[in-house]
């Protein structure tokens, strides 16, 4: 069992930043692929990023492309998206997972799952 926690979200202007984290507890950290996804009101959960367990690999969604960076600290047991240059369409709740499998930017890949954080981006 892997136990996740978001941080980080909250209010900001179009073209400003955020950092979002992601805090691991449970079993071993280092042997899982994470990803973030979004979720915006009335639409389904899409694939933001995903990072290899050892942080060499990383996937992105076109449009977030150049402008989200999504990193790791196995020592910390923790994931980071940095999220630079944002825009209203970024607004949603984020969410953290973790996928037994490796890296991924399918759903169903994972396993477990955030609480999710509230990113807004205003215009």
């Known amino acids: 069992q892997v136990h996740l926690v978001e941080s980080g979200g909250g209010l900001v202007q179009a073209g400003g930043s955020l950092r979002l984290s992601c805090a691991a507890s449970g079993r071993t950290f280092s042997g899982y692929g994470m990803g973030w996804f979004r979720q915006a009101p009335g639409k389904e959960r899409e694939f933001v990023a995903a990072?290899?367990?050892?942080?060499?690999?990383?996937y992105y969604k076109d449009s977030v492309k150049g402008r989200f960076t999504i990193s790791r600290d196995n020592a910390k047991n923790t994931v980071y998206l940095q999220m630079d240059t944002l825009k209203p369409e970024d607004t949603a709740v984020y969410y953290c997972?973790?996928?037994?499998?490796?890296?991924?930017?399918?759903?169903?890949?994972?396993?477990?799952w955030g609480q999710g954080t509230q990113v807004t981006v205003s215009s």
């Open positions: 997972a973790a996928s037994p499998g490796g890296a991924s930017s399918h759903y169903h890949h994972y396993a477990y």
């Open positions: 990072i290899s367990w050892s942080g060499s690999t990383t």
